[in-house]
C-alpha cells in the first residue's frame, strides 16, 4: 500500500477503529469504480468500501442502506462512513453467497426464503424516497443491445429494423410501467444475496440503484438469473408460489396467467439490458469476465419470447440477423435439462 488514496484508507480506518492493528485485504473487482477490502482487527471483522467521489457516489448507497435498515431489510449496518472521501465500513456479511448453496435440493427453501423478503421490501412504503423506473429509462436501458451487442456484431440496421426494434422496446417498455410499482432493489440475483452467519434471513447487498419499478423485476433477477440457470418449468412454479404470497392490491384484475406475461415480459426487457450490458463490460471496460455468461442470457431471450406473437417479428430479425454472429463470436449456451 503506498498510493494516497491507500494511505488515507489506512489513516481513517485506524482513526474510526481506534487502532492501526488491523489486517486489510482487498477483494476482487465487480463491475464498477468500487472496491471492497475485508477489515479484521483481533476477532471482528469489517468491510470497507472504498468508492472514489469523483467516480462512484456513495450517498444513493448510504441513504437507501439506512432506509432499508430503518425498514426491516437485512442490509449490512453502517459502522462508519465519510462522504467526502468516499469511504464506508460497514457490517461483514462474510464470504458465502446464496449462488454458492443451491442446488436442486436446496434451491426451492431458498428461493421462498428470499420472495418473503423481497414481499417485505415491496410493501415499504418509498414514494419519493426512490427514483422512478420510467417509461424512459426502460428504453435507455434495451438500447444498450443497439448500441453495443450490434456494433459489436457488425449488425447495420435498415430503416425498417430500426423501427421494428422501436416497436419492440415501447411494448415492453409499456408492459413494465402497467404492472404495480413497489421497490424494486434491480440486482436481486444469488450474488447478492448473502448467508449471513446465525442469521436466519440472507444479507442482501448491492442495493444502490434501488427504484419504484415493476412487482416482477426482482422476481426475474433471481429465477432467472444471469449467472445460473433452471428448468423452465421449475421457474414457472416460482412465479405462482410469489404470485401467491402478493398482496390481494397486486393481484386485482390480474389472474396468474397476466402474471406469467407480466414476469416474461420485464424478463425479456431485462435480458436485452443484460446482453448489451455485457457486450459494454468488454468492449468499453476492458472486462472480458461476463461475456461467458452471455450465451445463457441469448438463450432465455430466445426461449422466453416464444408464446408472444407481438415479439415475433423482432425475434425473427434476431434469429436471422443476429444470431449467427452472436453464436461466433461468444459461443452457444449448452442447454441445461
Known sequence: MNTLREQSIQSWIASVLESDQFDISFLAGDASFRRYARIKLNNKT?????????????????????FFHQHGVRVPEIVAKDLDQGFLLLEDFGNVMLSDLLNNDTVDAYYEQSFKQLIHMQSIPAEGKLPDYTYDKLISEMELLTDWMLP??????TAAESALIKRT??????????QPQVIVHRDFHSRNLMKVADD???????????????DTYD???ITRDAYVQWNADR????FETFYHLLPASAKQDRDLAQFKKDADMMAIQRHLKILGIFVRLFER?????????LPRVMWYLLEETKPYAELEPFMQFIRARVLPAFEEKYGKYEVVA
Open 46 to 66: 469489517f468491510m470497507l468500501m472504498d468508492a472514489p467521489p469523483e467516480k462512484e457516489d456513495c450517498v444513493p448507497f448510504v441513504t437507501i442502506d439506512e
Open 169 to 178: 422496446f415501447a411494448i415492453l417498455a409499456n408492459a413494465a410501467v402497467a
Open 235 to 238: 421457474v414457472y412454479s416460482w
Open 152 to 157: 459489436a456484431l457488425k449488425v447495420q440496421l
Open 200 to 214: 436466519a434471513e440472507l444479507g442482501v447487498i448491492d442495493f444502490q440503484d434501488a427504484v419504484i419499478g415493476a
Open 219 to 221: 422476481l426475474i433477477s
Open 285 to 293: 471496460d476492458g472486462k472480458s469476465g461476463y461475456l461467458k455468461d
